[in-house]
């Protein structure tokens, strides 16, 4: 533990902005790059007239529109204070789709990228006192949060894995911290021991992890004892969702009145977009937080992989490019 309990730590829950509203997009050039780990490279982007980047948070992201079409997300890991420059990790990942590829093989110092963000679906919360696991590049949005709760005074500890030392991104700096940081490679010291640091609830304290989806299953089980609202994950894809053929059912626009019917096999977002209503998204995997909108009646079928199980429960908002209707009418804020 780094120091001595705060009444308060910074953070601030929920997404950044208003569900369904436009977000900042701007071209901005990758001012420096730098090898950050075995596969790693850091990226530091900046406006090209120096204007100031909008406010973020930690655990924000920012989208990469790439010029082979493709869009991808990558947390800032820089300083939030310094609104002069974004820092993103980008890991290339040789079974990816490409879009690591494009990021380490075009964007040199000086090459110009699109991006739209940031949008916060892992806000740090208030605490006294924190946990966090990281795992190979899930290591990205915890950086801010470490230097958020130490700047707030929070007791916080750092459990984070790898496969190898070489391949682990920003240990320079994280060496800083000293003993609140446990850096486990795999090739030293096997598999994270969560049964050391998770098997036990902690009252008042919460759990960030980010990583592949084996480590975050694996902290999701052990944390099924833990208080509830305890535990805050983040995932790089998608979640299978194991849901039966679903029926057809209507979305009642409140804005426009219309009445859309959502037969099975289409989501909510395509039903929107052929009825000629322009609807904010990216992914439309679940992942990134950009449809999320408004309901203002009606129990949605949750199937994102943003959404915390107390957002769920409240039905107050929906990812609409995946979550359906568990009802036969559904009202959005569209």
Partial sequence: ??????????????????????????????????????GVIALTLRHPDGAPLPEWQPGAHIDLLLGNGMVRHYSLCGDPGDRSAWRIGVLRVPESRGGSAYVHDELAVGASVRI???????ALRPANRYLFVAGGIGITPVLPMIAAAEAAGARWRLLYGGRTRSS???????????????????????????DDCLGKPEDGTLVYCCGPEPLLAAVEER????????????????????????DAFEVVLSRSGQTLQV????????AAQQAGVAVPFSCAEGICGTCETEVLEGEPDHRDSVLSAEERESGETMMICVSRSRGPQLVLDL
């Fill in 1 to 38: 533990m780094s120091k001595p309990p705060a009444p308060e730590a910074p953070g601030t829950a929920g997404t950044a902005g208003t569900p369904g509203t436009p977000e900042h997009e701007a071209s901005l050039v990758v001012a420096e790059r730098a090898d950050a780990a075995e």
């Fill in 116 to 122: 739209r963000g940031p949008r916060n679906n892992f």
């Fill in 168 to 194: 682990m991104a920003f240990l320079d700096e994280l060496a800083s911290y000293g003993g609140a940081v446990d850096v486990r490679p795999q090739d030293e010291h096997g598999r994270l021991d969560l």
């Fill in 223 to 246: 944390c099924l004892v833990w208080p509830s609202g305890a535990l805050r994950v983040e995932r790089f894809r998608p979640v299978a969702v194991a849901a039966p053929d679903a």
């Fill in 263 to 270: 037969p099975p096999g289409t989501s909510v977002l395509a």
